[in-house]
């Protein structure tokens, strides 16, 4: 007949740490920093980008021309400023978080799921006029203040 001693090890704490594993962990997360740098691709190097300026920081070229146009017009209208006055300082492709197209206005209820669209912003006689609008071409002037949102993406 055999006979098997079981003998019930001690549980260690769940804080207990093996005293080896740091220094393995450390090693491990260092070991990716000491890896030698090489010359970037000289595709990559052609491709850097131009000296910053006010007008190369601008997002445009996102929202269609027919919106662009109706949303210039808009302002041109109900601003009385002529079209050649008026500059484009952000035209792009966003995504809202909710029918208020980041623009909500008190006591209005709005659908509650992310929409599709756009953010313009244009300037003229040194003032900014925020616009925004839906994929499906709906467009406003957002002239409160109250919560504004930026877009999600």
């Not at 005293?19 to 962990?25: A, M, T």
């Not at 006055?85 to 208020?100: F, L, N, Q, Y």
Request: hydrophobic letters at 35%; proline letters at 8%.
């Amino acid at each position: 007949m055999i006979n098997i001693n079981f003998q019930q090890q001690k549980r260690s704490s769940p804080y207990h740490r093996t005293p080896g594993l740091l220094p393995v962990l450390v090693l491990l997360l260092t070991q990716g920093a000491c890896v030698a740098q090489s010359e970037p691709e000289p595709e990559t190097k052609a491709k850097q980008p131009p000296e910053a300026t006010e007008q190369s920081i601008a997002v445009t070229g996102e929202v269609p021309l027919g919106l662009l146009d109706n949303i210039i017009s808009d302002l041109g209208t109900k601003e009385n400023y002529d079209r050649d006055t008026i500059s484009i300082i952000r035209a792009e492709s966003v995504i809202w978080r909710d029918g208020s197209l980041g623009c909500p206005k008190p006591g209005e209820m709005y659908t509650q799921a992310q929409v599709q669209g756009y953010w313009v912003v244009l300037q003229s006689a040194g003032k900014e006029f925020d616009y925004r609008a839906s994929s499906t071409g709906y467009f406003f002037r957002c002239t409160n203040t109250f919560k504004v949102r930026p877009p999600i993406g």
